[in-house]
């Protein structure tokens, strides 16, 4: 019998324990979900630990030895009982493997509802010791009081077999494909390269200041929105509603921002033609946007959470874009670095993206040893080592890589083969990439080029962007750029042949 105010069944706990001294192999089924804490009753908790111990040591299982096992320990059982009888007693519940695990599951369901019967119990102190605090704090910190007792209560079953059912859900795609698994971007290279973004996880890039990486998000939320028809959640730490609203603007008509920002595009004929068509089609897509530059991580998540529920829903598709990952709001204590923080921040930030299924596109600042102002390209670095957090957000990141300013002389080696400045004024050199598009190459994404000075040399692949008025456009990557100079090359070299005249003596 269940105690419901109390929630939990001294009776369902004793035939547990007995269907475990009778069935040792079913340890192995409820050891994976089962612990100690799940017991209501103390002396409950240190038989079943007893049980476990007795079978790891790989020692046959029977009351003697158990009796013993609990004794040896020196605990007082409430009440003077005989651990002895008591154990005795407890053997004669019978229970088979499968009533086992099911018995266990109850237990563990039993102790979940105390732990969020315990919640409710400290949102209502919380609230009577913090009722002055500001209600964004106060909202924050009682969604994590209750995620964090909800995310605890997880059953899993154990491994599965990899290939069961593997002919049957193959074949069920093929008479029902889909164009993409994830989110579409607005970069199409982007796409067939490294895949659509797929929910439950974090998507980064890593810049240098002033290196575009609020218009690369923006462009990529927009494009997201627009493509999908999908909810779009913008957290800006750094630029106000306001700002991003005229840039988002600029991006979409074309039109130069300080025409926006002044009303001065009404006086031009040209510029109030793209305004007006814009923004019959802008008024139309679900994006959002918050200044969270002051809140911490945790805040954050209950920002998401809550605009998930109240826009998106349950089961539905949306993209999180956050700009950018570092400090805001949390406090460093004496023996807690930086990198520490912010690998804490992207892992909460990779748990809320798997608890609403969603991703999350993100950027990050890399250091001094990536900057690329006044430099040329031998003297920039483009790897793992730029990024201060370079292992945790390695661990976290779903796709990480470095977006910059082409260099001079990147410019000039990019030329393509009629001496046009074609591919671009920025590129995306991946560092990790999890899933892969139709067209990707797989862990050898090398190109073999020839350069100006006509050595040759083998280098990543990367995407080209060209960014003007904010807006963000893909210009091939370096593999078309190759194919490009080539073909200028094999046009050159016909031509020579075409003018050579036979010498005449």
């Known amino acids: 019998m269940i105690n419901m105010s109390n929630l939990y069944s001294v009776d369902l706990e004793r035939h547990l324990l007995g269907g475990l001294i009778n069935n040792p192999n079913s340890i192995a089924q409820v050891d994976g979900f089962l612990t100690e804490s799940d017991f209501k009753s103390s002396e409950h908790s240190v038989i079943y630990s007893s049980i476990k111990q007795i079978l790891e040591e790989k020692r046959d299982l029977n009351i003697p030895i158990l009796i013993h096992r609990v004794e040896s320990l020196g605990i007082k059982f409430k009440g003077e009982m005989d651990i002895g009888e ?49 209600i964004d704090k106060i909202i924050g910190d009682i969604d994590g009081i209750y995620s964090g007792t909800i995310n605890n209560f997880c059953i899993e079953d154990g491994p599965t077999n990899l290939l069961e059912g593997l002919a049957d859900a193959i074949r069920e795609r093929a008479n029902d494909p889909q164009e993409a698994v994830g989110l579409k971007t607005p970069f199409e290279h982007f796409n067939r390269l490294y895949g659509e973004l797929r929910g439950g996880n974090i998507y980064a890039i890593a810049s240098r200041p002033g290196q575009g990486k609020t218009t690369f998000l923006n462009q990529m939320g927009y494009g997201v929105s627009e493509l999908n028809n999908v909810p779009v959640l913008f957290l800006d730490t750094e630029m106000s509603t306001e700002e991003i609203k005229f840039r988002t603007a600029a991006a979409v008509t074309g039109v130069p921002l300080w025409y926006l920002e002044t009303g001065n595009w009404n006086k031009n004929a040209s510029m109030k033609n793209k305004v007006k068509e814009a923004l019959s089609n802008m008024n139309k897509l679900p994006i959002y946007h918050e200044h969270v530059g002051n809140k ?49 921040k992207t892992d909460k930030l990779k748990r809320i993206s798997e608890e609403i299924d969603c991703p999350i596109f993100t950027a990050i600042q890399i250091n001094r040893s990536g900057e690329n102002f006044g430099r040329d390209s031998a003297r920039v670095t483009d790897d793992s080592s730029v990024i201060s957090q370079s292992d945790r957000l390695m661990w976290f990141c779903t796709f990480l890589a470095i977006f910059r300013q082409k260099t001079r002389d990147e410019i000039l080696e990019d030329r393509s083969n009629d001496g046009e400045d074609k591919f671009g004024t920025h590129k995306m050199v991946r560092l990790k990439g999890r899933y892969q598009g139709k067209d990707a190459s797989g862990h050898n994404d090398f190109v073999q080029r020839k350069m100006k000075d006509g050595s040759e040399e083998f280098q990543p692949n990367y995407i080209n962007f060209d960014v003007k008025n904010f807006k963000v456009k893909e210009a091939g990557t370096l593999d078309d750029i190759v194919k490009d100079q080539e073909l200028g090359d094999e046009i050159l070299e016909a031509g020579d042949d075409k003018n050579e005249e036979p010498l005449d003596f």
């Not at 695990?101 to 209502?124: C, E, H, P, W, Y």
């Not at 109240?310 to 990952?325: H, P």
Request: glycine content about 6%; hydrophobic content about 35%; charged content about 30%.
């Open 86 to 134: 008591y154990i005795d007693s407890i053997s004669f519940k019978k229970m088979s493997e499968r009533g086992v695990v099911d018995t266990a599951k109850v237990i563990v369901k039993l102790r979940v509802l105390r732990d969020i019967k315990g919640a409710a119990s400290d949102v209502n102190k919380y609230l009577e010791q913090h009722k002055e605090e500001p």
């Open 296 to 344: 911490t991580v945790d805040e954050v998540a209950s920002i998401i959470r809550r605009w998930y529920w109240q826009v998106v829903g349950r089961g539905n598709k949306c993209l999180i874009c956050y700009d950018y990952l570092k400090l805001t709001g949390e406090k460093l204590s004496n023996n807690w670095a930086e990198y520490q923080a912010i690998g804490e």
